[in-house]
């Protein structure tokens, strides 16, 4: 089963950014918040990971809370490509670190 | 640089016959997995390859196999095809087994079966 809790759904205006929430209550220390995305009538994209500090890299910014509990993945300036399906997986050693996928939360960008 | 490649995009079968999916992997990576995503659902993971092995399954029968070859790329294959087995088959590669490395998808396989 998943690790984390996501909403089903979030709305955004487009040239704005969007935070998108993640719960991981059960995390240890050895797991690894992935997030990636997946358009419509596409496969899934990596968008960004981390351990334990705050990551950025060119498509959005990863920020993990103090307690790893729950992080908050941010687009900076979303555009209407940016609507997608978005997931948040924990990757842990229990797994074996594989991407075990929740239902997402399907990001709504409107013009 | 070639990204994740799979083929053929879409395949029609009749239940009971038997399918075969194929993955090359992007340049450098390694290890193989294949996922199964049914319609408006997470994908969920089938196994994973790395140096030719099978290194983990996930809870699929065993209709469900596949191979890794000496360049990398890898196939899944599926016997005694159901109409359940309809879906998007992805293929994911990455540059080795751990937590830290991140997957790259290929654009899926629609297997339709009737």
């Known amino acids: 089963d998943a690790k984390t809790t996501q909403p089903n759904s979030m709305e955004s205006n487009e040239e704005e950014p969007v935070h998108l929430p993640c719960n991981h209550s059960t995390i240890s220390g050895t797991d690894y918040i992935h997030w990636y995305r997946q358009l419509p009538s596409q496969g899934p994209e990596y968008v960004i990971h981390?351990?334990?500090?705050?990551v950025n890299n060119r498509m959005a910014s990863l920020a993990i809370a103090e307690d790893r509990k729950s992080s908050t993945l941010i687009l900076h300036r979303a555009t209407l490509r940016d609507a997608a399906v978005y997931y948040c997986i924990l990757r842990t050693m229990d797994s074996n670190y594989q991407l075990i996928w929740g239902a997402g939360t399907k990001l709504i960008i409107k013009p | 640089d070639a990204g994740v490649t799979q083929s053929p995009t879409h395949l029609i079968k009749t239940r009971g016959q038997q399918v075969t999916l194929r993955c090359s992997p992007k340049?450098?990576?390694?290890?193989v997995s294949w996922y199964q995503q049914a319609l408006g659902q997470g994908p969920q993971f089938i196994f994973q390859y790395y140096e030719e092995e099978e290194r983990q399954r996930g809870n699929f029968p065993d209709r469900f196999s596949g191979h890794q070859f000496p360049n990398y790329s890898s196939e899944l294959n599926v016997n005694a095809l159901l109409l359940g087995d309809s879906a998007l088959y992805l293929c994911?590669?990455?540059?080795?087994?751990?937590?830290?490395?991140?997957?790259?998808f290929g654009p899926g396989t629609r297997l339709t079966v009737t």
């Open positions: 981390g351990l334990t500090s705050n």
């Open positions: 994911a590669s990455s540059p080795g087994l751990a937590g830290r490395y991140e997957q790259y």
């Open positions: 340049s450098g990576h390694d290890t």
